[in-house]
């Protein structure tokens, strides 16, 4: 066999969703760092828990993600790597810093195949990639989907003076992870020069991150961003309920402050210090949401100065929310219920005075109703409409957002009530893609998520996704019995907020 025969062979295998070692053994993949054997099921193929960069413990603590130590023996991929050191503010503790694993889903059928990588939500402080079944998805799709684990909290976004360039591994994490796509994609069926990253809340914040980071460029070519941008901002309570004021960006000056009180909090002077304490030390601080710091080499500019520049990775973006995100904060509120306290809280008191009379709970029949449109407007969809506008100026832009205000609401179930129903809250369209434990589907609504699906993985492999770019506040609707346009500004009032600042 002469030398070019051999290599055109070696390259079709590497092109199959089976890779090259998978022609002896079903299950069995080659990525770059070693073998790997997943589980083959009928329709897909599922391998699990693969690190992509070594584990940031010890000395690693606070450094960008390191290579992987090569393994011969085929590793087993049955099962995810444990979730990143995180507090219980989700439901899902750890204190585990040996966490930087990704999953990967491979549909049976042979061919070279868009790949989705999927940057997991909970405010880069909690959950992980593995809560997300992604078979549906790939299959359906005809897609190679991706989930990862980053470093969340105080381990993937602190920002301290004696740290050079700090406050974003979490990002360097993703941007390790999507440089592993890049060198093995094509092992699981997957085509390297055609990656969409995509998120929900918190990982749509990242998305943001990757759209305007420099050393993110070339890592992806589409992106997608649910229910979260680069221009979200919230007052006090406003994404979570007993939390400050935040945003998911944060200056490296404000943040080198904060890691200084938070090193003199633990009785740490330097980093030697700080790297010695166990996890918990700092998985027993729950302040919600983290933000991502700025002005470092990966973020050199705050993400909603560099869309309004045009200094960004002009990929093809889908950007949308859903149409009552706020009613999940709402619902977290204890009672006696204080809806005008709550809007001085979070808005002041001159603004919160306008709000009220804008938004009366008259209008809504009682107050949290009330109170979940003012943040569904005011702190998600107004804001998500404002990076349409900016990324419409430079990059194909298309809008949504998800209506089905009879979303099964699975383990949120018991926040709501006849009273205060749940409609299409924040996060709730992640059931339309994912399979998740007790979020079930009826028939109807599995049909709209098969829409949603084929509307996503078309975007994923053309860059269109079969309805009409940004354009004025139009988006595209998803509801049961209502897919099709509608201006989102005029929906939620973003005139007004416009108005306020």
């Given at each position: 066999m002469n030398k070019r025969?051999?290599?055109?062979?070696?390259?079709?295998?590497?092109?199959?969703?089976?890779?090259?070692?998978?022609?002896?053994?079903?299950?069995?993949?080659?990525?770059?760092?070693g073998p790997v054997r997943g589980?083959?099921?009928?329709?897909?193929?599922?391998?699990?828990?693969?690190?992509?960069?070594?584990?940031?413990?010890?000395?690693?603590?606070?450094?960008?993600?390191?290579?992987?130590?090569?393994?011969?023996?085929?590793?087993d991929a049955t099962k995810p790597g444990p979730a990143c050191a995180q507090?219980?503010?989700?439901?899902?503790?750890?204190?585990?810093?040996?966490?930087?694993y990704l999953n990967v889903t491979t549909p049976s059928r042979h061919g070279r195949k868009p790949?989705?990588?999927?940057?997991?939500?909970?405010?880069n402080s909690?959950?992980?990639?593995?809560?997300?079944g992604t078979n549906r998805l790939a299959v359906q799709g005809d897609v190679v989907v991706v989930t990862i684990n980053f470093r969340?909290?105080?381990?993937?976004?602190?920002?301290?003076?004696?740290?050079?360039?700090?406050?974003?591994?979490?990002?360097?994490?993703?941007?390790a992870a999507l440089r592993w796509v890049q060198r093995n994609a094509a092992a699981f069926g997957g085509d390297p020069r055609n990656v969409t990253v995509f998120g929900e809340s918190g990982g749509a914040f990242d998305v943001c991150a990757h759209v305007t980071s420099p050393l993110s460029r070339g890592l992806f070519h589409k992106a997608i961003a649910q229910s979260g941008g680069c221009s979200t901002t919230w007052g006090a309570n406003g994404v979570i309920h007993d939390k400050p004021a935040g945003a998911p960006w944060i200056t490296k000056s404000a943040a080198e402050?904060?890691?200084?009180?938070?090193?003199?909090?633990?009785?740490?002077?330097?980093?030697?210090?700080?790297?010695?304490?166990?996890?918990?030390?700092?998985?027993?601080?729950?302040?919600?949401?983290?933000?991502?710091?700025?002005?470092?080499?990966?973020?050199?500019?705050?993400?909603?100065?560099?869309?309004?520049?045009?200094?960004?990775?002009?990929?093809?973006?889908?950007?949308?929310?859903?149409?009552?995100?706020?009613?999940?904060?709402?619902?977290?509120?204890?009672?006696?219920?204080?809806?005008?306290?709550?809007?001085?809280?979070?808005?002041?008191?001159?603004?919160?005075a306008r709000i009220a009379a804008e938004y009366p709970v008259s209008a809504y029949g009682n107050a949290r109703l009330a109170y979940g449109a003012v943040l569904t407007d005011g702190v998600w969809v107004c804001n998500q409409l404002a990076d349409d506008r900016l990324l419409s100026r430079y990059t194909p832009t298309y809008g949504y957002e998800f209506a089905d205000r009879t979303a099964p609401m699975g383990w949120f179930k018991n926040l709501?009530?006849?009273?205060?129903?749940?409609?299409?809250?924040?996060?709730?369209?992640?059931?339309?893609?994912?399979?998740?434990?007790?979020?079930?589907?009826?028939?109807?609504?599995?049909?709209?998520?098969?829409?949603?699906?084929?509307?996503?993985?078309?975007?994923?492999?053309?860059?269109?996704?079969?309805?009409?770019?940004?354009?004025?506040?139009?988006?595209?609707e998803y509801s049961l019995g209502q897919i099709g346009q509608i201006n989102g500004l005029t929906r939620h009032n973003c005139s007004f907020w416009n108005s306020i600042g």
């Open positions: 025969l051999s290599l055109l062979i070696a390259a079709a295998l590497l092109a199959s969703p089976i890779g090259v070692a998978q022609a002896a053994e079903p299950g069995l993949v080659r990525t770059d760092s589980t083959v099921l009928a329709d897909h193929q599922l391998y699990q828990g693969i690190p992509y960069a070594a584990p940031p413990v010890g000395e690693l603590r606070w450094r960008s993600p390191q290579p992987v130590t090569p393994w011969t023996t085929p590793r507090a219980d503010g989700a439901g899902s503790p750890s204190s585990t810093e040996d966490c930087l790949v989705m990588v999927y940057v997991h939500g909970g405010g909690y959950l992980s990639g593995a809560g997300f969340l909290g105080f381990f993937g976004f602190f920002g301290h003076p004696d740290l050079p360039n700090s406050g974003a591994y979490g990002i360097e994490d993703q941007q402050s904060d890691a200084v009180a938070i090193s003199a909090q633990l009785g740490c002077s330097d980093i030697a210090c700080l790297r010695a304490l166990p996890p918990t030390a700092f998985t027993a601080i729950d302040r919600g949401a983290t933000p991502v710091v700025t002005g470092n080499r990966v973020l050199p500019v705050n993400p909603v100065d560099a869309l309004r520049s045009g200094r960004f990775n002009r990929v093809p973006v889908i950007w949308g929310n859903t149409r009552d995100e706020g009613r999940l904060t709402s619902a977290t509120v204890p009672e006696p219920f204080d809806y005008q306290g709550l809007l001085e809280q979070g808005f002041g008191a001159e603004k919160a709501f009530s006849e009273g205060f129903p749940a409609g299409a809250p924040h996060s709730f369209e992640l059931a339309y893609f994912f399979d998740i434990p007790t979020f079930d589907l009826n028939p109807a609504q599995q049909r709209l998520a098969s829409t949603m699906i084929r509307d996503w993985t078309t975007f994923a492999r053309t860059g269109k996704p079969g309805w009409p770019r940004y354009s004025t506040g139009d988006v595209q």
